[in-house]
Every structure is written in C-alpha cells, then in structure tokens.
C-alpha cells in the first residue's frame, strides 16, 4: 500500500470508528426512558435511539463530503465524494424512517399526546418532513422540473435549518444528552457540523 491508500484507509476508519463509538452512547448512557422497557420494547427503543444518533453523525458526514475540501478532493477525487454523498442520504433517508418507527413501536405505536412538553417529540416529526423533502428534491429536481439553480438555493437555505432542528431535537429529546460526556460529544459534532456550514456560506 503507498501513502494515499493508507491515509485513505486510516480516515474511513476514523469515520467508522466515530460513527460505532456515537451509536454506542445509548448502550453506557441510558436515558430514564428504557428502564421502563423490558424485551422486545426495550430492543425496538434502543434500536430506534442508536438509528437515529447514526443519522445524526452520518448527516454531519454528508457536510463533510461536499465540503470542497482540497485535500479530501485529492485523496478521493471529486466524483467519489459525490458518489458518497449521494448514497449517504439514501441511508439517512432510511434512518430518519425507521427511527420514529422503532421509538413509536416501543410505546405500541401510541401517539403523543398534544402537549407542550411533547415538542420536542414534534420538533423531531418536522425534522422528517424537512429531511424527507431535502432528500427526495436532491434525487428527483430534475424530474419534477426545478432547474439545478433553484434546487442549489434551497439546498443552502434549507441545510442550516435542519441541522438547527437537528441539534434542538436531540439535546431535549432525551436526558441522554444533558450533561457528561454526551453532550460535549454533541457540541462538538455540532461545532464542526457550523464551522463547515459559515465555511461554504462565505465561499458560496
């Protein structure tokens, strides 16, 4: 192996190695939630939490991907990074899917109630809409006859306000990440995720 494919192969380990380590977090920081859950509930919460901390992480991946880094473009080349960036949001499509779906699931798919200490749940359910809208548009502008212009400015406009809702929905959504370890994982993973979006903003 020459240099470039062992940096390569280091930086995709880093990768995943970050991504195993976030979805971790729910195994060594339990939210009061699951110890109310046994068996298969308990398995469809936790899932349903580790899923949606690796869409969170893998949505991060995705400013990282397009971030026009000089070096990343040399070591991968542009058209892998697209390619990555492309099949990564078909996974986080997926994710933010079956997420909500597990987490319902293990309350036997009741609903919350309408009321206001359940917004960050509803915070959560915009967040789908906005991300299924942002995805599905990214893979069908073409078709559904918006020009590359218009779908560029509303992928620039939109991006900062999902990862805002992003932030805001896992912060309150569980106590996990309240204090300790967790969230200074989460600020950092949301330092980076601003720094590249102002980054591409002053560039643009």
């Not at 859950?37 to 349903?48: A, F, H, Q």
């Not at 990343?72 to 899917?97: C, D, P």
């Not at 020009?147 to 560029?152: E, I, S």
Request: some cysteine.
């Amino acid at each position: 192996m020459n240099r470039k494919e062992i940096f390569s192969f280091v930086l995709l380990a880093a990768l995943f190695a970050f991504l195993f380590t976030a979805c971790a977090i729910p195994f060594f920081f339990e939210s009061p939630s699951i110890f109310y859950k046994t068996g298969v509930e308990e398995i469809m919460l936790r899932v349903g939490k580790v899923i949606g901390i690796a869409a969170m992480v893998l949505m991060g991946y995705q400013l990282i991907f397009i971030g026009r880094f000089f070096w990343l473009e040399k070591l991968f080349g542009m058209k892998s990074l697209y390619q990555a960036h492309r099949l990564n949001g078909r996974i986080i499509l997926a994710a933010v899917l079956i997420h909500p779906l597990l987490i319902l699931g293990a309350d036997h798919f009741v609903f919350f109630p309408l009321d206001q200490k359940y917004w960050p749940e509803f915070t959560g359910f915009v967040l789908l809409f906005l991300i299924f809208f942002f995805i599905v548009t990214s893979m069908l502008y073409k078709r559904i006859g918006i020009t590359y212009r218009t779908w560029r400015m509303m992928h620039k406009i939109t991006a900062p306000f999902i990862f805002i809702l992003l932030f805001i929905h896992v912060i309150y959504v569980s106590r996990t990440f309240e204090t300790g370890i967790p969230l200074y994982f989460l600020i950092a993973i949301g330092s980076v995720c601003l720094a590249i979006i102002i980054r591409k903003w002053v560039k643009c």
